[in-house]
């Protein structure tokens, strides 16, 4: 097998994701479920381009040092991760959205540093320049890691889907720690192992984040409260037209 063969099985395998994840999309819910499931849909899709963009042979680097470096991955991750992201706290802001504007900003631009800093590490073959944006993404990473276990999480308690949260958020805590860990083994870090298993490693972990996650966190929201019963006796009001 060659990295080429695992990104073909990145690609099929996202195109059955977007699949699956397209039937959520079309069943009648509430609003906030509405949009989680088309953020859901929308992840694999992208996934799926870039992926395929990669198996043709573009969307990667042959550097100097003879490895190649597929950046495609990071472009990808800068467009996914924050859908994931904000499809786990939407719930949790529920009608605040404005008013946690700020928090909801940082949130994705601590996401988006981590990814493009990351995206720096892994390109650079310069062990300085590495290892200090290496530094920079984990940096990053933890603020997210305070942000949902800190202020997101004391808002889920608050929330009718509080239990929830907490669910979706331990998961891809745990998912996601699993990408750095995987860098610093492979051929972007310490080169421990080949490029073969950073291959084999990135993709498996890219259809748990996106495609087994979505389909558990659509499935999920099923039970909760619709978007009216929520609203304040006002809004309730204005939104029946009573
Ligand atoms: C990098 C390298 C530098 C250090 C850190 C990283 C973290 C990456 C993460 C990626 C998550 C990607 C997902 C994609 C699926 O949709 C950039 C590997 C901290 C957390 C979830």
Not at 27 to 49: C, Q, R, W, Y
């Amino acid at each position: 097998m060659t990295v080429e063969t695992w990104l073909w099985i990145g690609t099929i395998g996202m195109a059955i994701g977007q699949f699956l994840l397209f039937f959520p999309m079309q069943k009648n819910k509430s609003v906030d479920e509405e949009g989680d499931s088309i953020a859901h849909f929308f992840v694999p899709l992208v996934a799926m381009t870039i992926y395929l963009l990669m198996a043709l042979g573009f969307g990667q680097a042959h550097l100097a040092s003879g490895r190649t470096f597929y950046y495609g991955r990071y472009i990808d991750w800068t467009i996914t991760t924050p859908l994931l992201l904000l499809s786990l706290v939407s719930s949790e802001v529920r009608g605040q959205t404005v008013k946690r504007g700020a928090l909801i900003a940082g949130l994705l631009a601590s996401d988006v540093y981590m990814i493009l800093t990351g995206l720096v590490a892994g390109w650079t073959d310069d062990p300085q320049l590495k290892w200090w944006f290496y530094a920079l993404s984990c940096l990053s990473f933890l603020a997210i890691y305070g942000l949902l276990w800190g202020p997101f999480k004391r808002l889920s308690e608050s929330s009718p889907d509080g239990k929830q949260y907490v669910k979706k958020a331990a998961a891809l805590s745990v998912i996601w720690f699993a990408y750095p860990v995987v860098f610093i083994i492979g051929q972007e870090g310490l080169r421990l192992w080949s490029g073969l298993y950073d291959g084999i490693l990135f993709t498996c972990l890219d259809l748990t984040a996106k495609v087994l996650y979505g389909l558990w966190a659509v499935s999920m929201v099923k039970g909760s409260e619709p978007v009216s019963r929520s609203l304040p006796e006002s809004g309730a009001r204005l939104a029946t037209g009573r």
